[in-house]
């Protein structure tokens, strides 16, 4: 198995003119929301194409974007040179008045086994239905059939079931990379609507449709298993959604 390299991201995009981004290129139905992991889907597109950086965490206008790439220095600049302008200026990419532009590093892919880390991770929580994706704590009530349940368990237990090595021998690269611990928590949760749009078709514009679902926040320690997975995953991120905002790990010292 190949081990990607890979880089950490870290932009300050301006919040002035990421507004404006919102409203010039995404304009909503008077029922749809404004999402901005659409909008900055859409920008990361627009200044690196099909070498956008994924997957990404928007954390606030202070501290930033923070992206997993396997482009390196050489490759980055080179990116940045060739990007959109106003996309580059919104991200941050280059130097102003209050920053000096984009930060770029190099992440370790090689962990020793048994390595413990702490780590949090944003995710969409949610099962295949019927009817699309839902929320799978709200599945797992249909399922319990008057059992009380917790939400943070639901969501907890989804991330073991989703990381865990398959029962059969078709395995992903990067599932069975950790081990999460006991102390994995739910620290943040809301509902939010977000907006994925539909492939053009000929001459038919693309199309927004608002998917209804849970933004989890969780928070833990987890222990490395398999390192050459866990670089795959780490590349990768968690879950669905994720050229969106949702699915980056993000790691700490054990605490």
Known sequence: MNTPSLHLLHTQPDARLLAAWVARHHTRHERQPSDLGDALHGLLRAAFGKAAPQPFRYLDERQGLLAYTALDAD???????????????????????????????????????????????????????????????????DQAQGAPLLREAVYVQWLRDHLAPPESDVREAWQGAVDLLDDVHLAGYQRQQVVRRTQAAGAEARRGRVIDGPDALLKGHLRVRDCAAFAQLLARGIGRHRSFGFGMLLLSRPG
């Open 75 to 141: 490759a980055m600049r080179i990116q940045v040179a060739l990007a959109d302008p106003l996309a580059a200026q919104t991200l941050g990419l280059g130097a102003n008045g209050q920053h000096d532009g984009y930060r770029l590093r190099p992440f370790p892919t090689q962990w020793p086994q048994g390595q413990v880390l702490g780590f949090e991770v944003r995710l969409r929580p949610t099962v295949r239905a019927a009817k699309g994706e839902r929320d799978a704590f709200l599945h797992a009530v």
